[in-house]
């Protein structure tokens, strides 16, 4: 599905030209945004773009910056803004300029980090058309997680640093849900229920706002009738 980037538009199924999404996912951990944010990836072809993954592709490189990464993530505190930029920027440009669209999965997760996408998305006709905020109770955030660990193994999924990555989402990415509400791009969604219900509200919503192709509405490769929430990098 190739695109003209800057305008984000792709070939809908009846030959037209449909908006591209071009999507934040923003949500505490475990809430299920690498889940569904990878969904989302297969229904429209946009870029997956996965700031979690990046960082763990950096640390896995063993670079200097790599090792700078991990100091911050295996204690569950977020990676200063300027080395997140760094990484992420040219991810985004790229992604963006080879599918007309993206879903970022795991940033902006600051309010400094949301201003500079604002600007850094205006100046280079990127911005974004919608904030899936996704929720789910914390007893349910912590079970997920746990259940993470033993399936996934990743370093920063113990209960110690779950519990400080759920409190550093509070102080710091919590303000971004109001930021995004107030500029009225905010779709919140539940995702305590099965996550086909979670899909069907979350294709529903995005057509309202004209952002879905009506060829996404249709049966996904994925889309197999799956009842459980599956987590991975969420
Ligand atoms: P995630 O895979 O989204 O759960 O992210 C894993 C870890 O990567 C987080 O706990 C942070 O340490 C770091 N991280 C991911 N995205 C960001 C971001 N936008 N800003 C700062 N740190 C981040």
New binding site residues.
Partial sequence: MQAGPMAGLVAGSGGGAVVMVRVIMLSP?GAG??THSRWLTLQTGAAHI????L?REEVARGSDLGRQVAS??DR????P?EL?FRILAPAVVTAARNTGGYVL??????MP?ALRAAQFGADLALTSNAVIYLTAPEDELVSRLLDRAQRDGRA?DTLGVIRH?LAVFARETAPLIDYYRGRGILLELSTNRAEADVQADLLNQLQARGLMSPRATEPGPDHSGQAETTLR??
């Fill in positions: 951990p945004k690498g996965s700031s979690g993954d960082l911050y993530t569950g505190d977020l990676v803004d997140i999965d795991g940033f902006p997760r600051t980090q920063d990555r990098n969420s």
